[in-house]
């Protein structure tokens, strides 16, 4: 399990599915904490509340 952003998304880089330094640093902007209740650095959605969820980290990085 990843215990903070930046170890998140070095995992991410690491593992190929960011491949772009640029998407690194807007994704190191952006921290999970802020947005998910509990265990916000797991490559995983992530409920937010009231039915909704969060998509997994790696599915944003795809994105940009």
């Known amino acids: 399990m990843n215990q903070s ?3 998140l998304i070095e ?3 690491d593992s190929m ?3 772009n330094a640029e998407v690194a640093k807007i ?3 952006v921290d999970r904490k802020y947005y998910c209740p509990s265990s916000p650095y797991y490559d995983s959605p992530q409920s937010i509340g009231h039915g909704a969820t969060i998509s997994a980290p790696h599915m ?3 994105a940009l």
């Open 27 to 29: 994704l190191e902007k």
């Open 17 to 19: 599915i960011i491949k």
């Open 5 to 7: 952003n930046k170890k």
């Open 11 to 13: 995992h991410l880089v």
């Open 60 to 62: 944003h990085a795809w």
